[in-house]
């Protein structure tokens, strides 16, 4: 008998753990049928709950939705406004417990037990993350926010530089710019990605090494014990479910909107229902080949695709821009958000009510409705990484990529709406609000707009593709109980409904209500973050270091 | 004639594979060759193992069950795959050229409509490697 398993093979003896005794067997719940000729293996109450309740809120909204959307609506405005202090104080307290594990001792804690490796390069790993981060909200507010911030929603009560008439008023524009600079970086930088780490880290923890199953559940055991595999645990997953598929269709049915917009623009395909309809089958077909070809074979190569295109289009803006600005002005921004950060985040004793609740709580809702799926998706790719290495990786390098990022496109915007007043970025956020062609605009008056454009379409419905592919994958594990090996129509099931749900609401109407719906699903799990993070403490300290 | 039998075990459903056990294990005592029983797992835990080790552990134990219950010269091999629904075919490809395995030994699945769409494991390692490839119905 000899035992061979050289290091080609596992990668590595995984070294210590703390692994959770628990009478609970991965896939116990689960129900393992066919149907007709496809192979199922499923969650007993998670799959059919998520399924069917999906199913009726869709036909629900569609029927009702003139009664349905004011709700919704009305709910997330009572959330951001009335709560705007919890988001804002939860986020922070985010951030300092992801900055307290970079310099304690936890940090030295490797997920996958003390001896794993990582299972990807750093270049894929940072791939994924990325795209299944924020991608496509760069693509949608690089533009955007950085200028309707300056213009518009005056963050701290920084004046903005034009006058009712629209004149500029010289002496108002370099803190004016400034704030909006920083403000948008505030919402794309340290916070946001505070709030996926500490997802992705609680589920890496109690999965890879407490041995748990890799699902939402997992991470309240410290907290409910045995009861988690019950009722208790079924309501978080099936949330986390229904948190994931609403974002991602509701995404889906906006994202054929901009890249409809984006093709009226540049080549005058008209903005219609059919062509968006066109646009959702497209990018769920794509997504189920991506699907078809597994996690390394489909998402990572579309991530790193993604990452390449991005660059592309990321370093010609800087070079067709104001070069010198943008490169002078990545120090410069980043200092800006240094110096107002703390400001920015304060929770009390502010009268910016627009944006802080309107932009600034709303952000974080949603951030934290999506970090269900960008966490456990992050969380899959991680192993073997310390902790100290995965949170300065998942927090400090993506917002110093967004900060570069909203540098070059909204630095570049904010210049052409400074020195052009019949500027097209200026057309379509301050003048009139048409924020689906504000990249569109800003590429518009750079040479070579015709092809530049070209890539943001395809880039933008590149990262979409990405998102329903990862998403299907996170709703899949999630509904198979923990299980990554369940058969693969499961996946294809949850690709193809992501794409249904979106086309039925683009045509019934109701997809605002129903983002209105995804985001209001921030306060719960707001709540489920925060006792995260004790968990994650916790469980930290009883692992070897 | 042939060097060494691998054999492809999914340690979740080994009842179901007894078939093609015994057929390993005749054949390995009549060429005098070891059997490779190679399983593939995953890096989040399953309902067999916490993680990769335990489950390279379960597999040895079973590699030794077989042994002292056929009389025949076994070895196993653990692989983790990071989406095995989708990559099995590929790693017991690789594990078919790391272990210098000459003949796969395998259980089937009924054939069915599906097969059209995912081809069964056993037509793609007869399709894409040197080995022989017997599959047990």
């Known amino acids: ?545 | 004639m042939y060097n060494r039998i691998m054999v492809p075990v999914d340690l979740a459903h080994a009842n179901r594979l007894e078939k093609a056990l015994i057929t390993a294990a005749d054949l390995s005592k009549h060429y005098k060759i070891p059997v490779v029983y190679v399983g593939v797992t995953t890096a989040t835990p399953s309902s067999l193992a916490h993680n990769p080790k335990e489950y390279a552990e379960k597999l040895a134990e079973f590699g030794r069950d077989q042994a002292t219950r056929h009389g025949h010269q076994a070895e196993t091999k653990a692989y983790t795959s990071h989406d095995p629904s989708i990559d099995l075919d590929d790693t017991l490809l690789k594990a078919v050229h790391e272990t210098r395995s000459d003949l796969v030994v395998m259980a089937s699945h009924i054939p069915n409509v599906t097969d059209w769409i995912w081809p069964s494991n056993g037509g793609t390692l007869a399709t894409h490697s040197d080995a022989s490839v017997l599959v047990v119905r």
């Open chain 1, 1 to 545: 008998m000899n035992d061979d398993t050289d290091s080609q093979a596992i990668p590595a003896p995984e070294g210590a753990a703390d692994i959770i005794a628990t009478d609970y067997e991965i896939g116990q719940d689960n129900i393992t049928t066919s149907i007709g000729p496809f192979g199922l293996d499923i969650h007993n109450p998670v799959f059919a709950i998520s399924g069917l309740s999906i199913v009726a809120f869709t036909f629900l909204t569609l029927a009702f939705q003139d009664s349905v959307g004011p709700i919704f609506n009305d709910l997330r405005s009572w959330l951001t406004g009335s709560l705007d202090w919890f988001f804002l104080a939860s986020a922070n307290i985010f951030v300092l417990v992801c900055l307290a594990l970079i310099v304690t001792p936890l940090g030295s804690v490797r997920l996958g037990g003390k001896e794993a490796t990582p299972d990807y390069s750093y270049f894929g790993w940072f791939a994924m993350l990325f795209a299944a981060g924020m991608g496509i909200g760069l693509m949608f507010f690089g533009v955007l926010e950085p200028v309707y911030h300056m213009a518009i929603s005056e963050p701290l009560g920084v004046p903005a530089p034009f006058d009712e008439s629209g004149n500029l008023i010289p002496e108002n524009v370099d803190a004016a710019v400034a704030m909006g600079m920083a403000a948008t970086i505030f919402h794309w930088g340290l916070h946001p990605w505070a709030i996926y780490a500490v997802v992705a880290l609680a589920l890496a923890l109690f999965s890879f090494n407490k041995g748990l199953p890799l699902t939402m559940r997992s991470i309240f055991y410290p907290i409910f014990g045995e009861k988690v595999w019950g009722w208790v645990g079924h309501v978080i997953d099936i949330l986390a479910v229904f948190a994931t598929l609403f974002g991602l269709a509701t995404s889906l049915g906006f994202g054929a909107q901009q890249a409809n917009a984006g093709l009226d623009f540049v080549f005058g395909i008209p903005n219609s229902v059919n062509m968006q309809v066109f646009l959702i089958i497209g990018i769920t077909a794509v997504a189920l080949v991506s699907v078809l070809r597994g996690l390394d074979g489909g998402v990572k190569v579309l991530s790193e695709i993604n990452m390449a295109i991005a660059a592309l289009l990321l370093l010609f803006v800087v070079f067709a821009g104001p070069t010198g600005a943008i490169i002078g002005g990545f120090f410069t921004n980043l200092g800006e958000y240094a110096r107002e950060v703390v400001p920015l985040s304060m929770p009390f004793g502010r009268d910016d009510d627009g944006f802080r609740q309107g932009w600034t709580s709303f952000y974080w809702a949603w951030w934290i409705s999506w970090s269900p799926f960008v966490g456990m998706f992050i969380a899959r790719v991680s192993r073997g990484r310390s902790v100290r290495e995965f949170v300065v990786c998942v927090l400090l390098i993506p917002s110093a990529v967004s900060v570069f990022w909203m540098t070059a496109f909204g630095g570049t915007a904010i210049e052409q709406v400074l020195t052009n007043p019949e500027s097209a970025v200026r057309t379509y956020v301050i003048d009139s609000y048409v924020p689906e062609l504000s990249l569109f605009g800003m590429l518009s008056e750079l040479p070579m707009a015709s092809v530049t454009s070209v890539i943001g379409i395809v880039l933008v419905i590149v990262f979409f593709v990405t998102s329903s592919d990862s998403g299907s994958l996170v709703i899949d594990t999630i509904t198979a109980g923990g299980k990554v090996d369940a058969p693969v129509p499961q996946r294809v099931f949850w690709c193809t409904f992501e794409g249904l749900v979106a086309i039925a609401l683009l045509l019934g109407g109701g997809l605002g209500a129903l983002q209105a719906m995804a985001v209001s699903t921030g306060f719960p799990f707001t709540v489920v973050l925060l006792l995260a993070c004790w968990a994650i403490v916790k469980g930290l300290a009883s692992e070897p270091r």
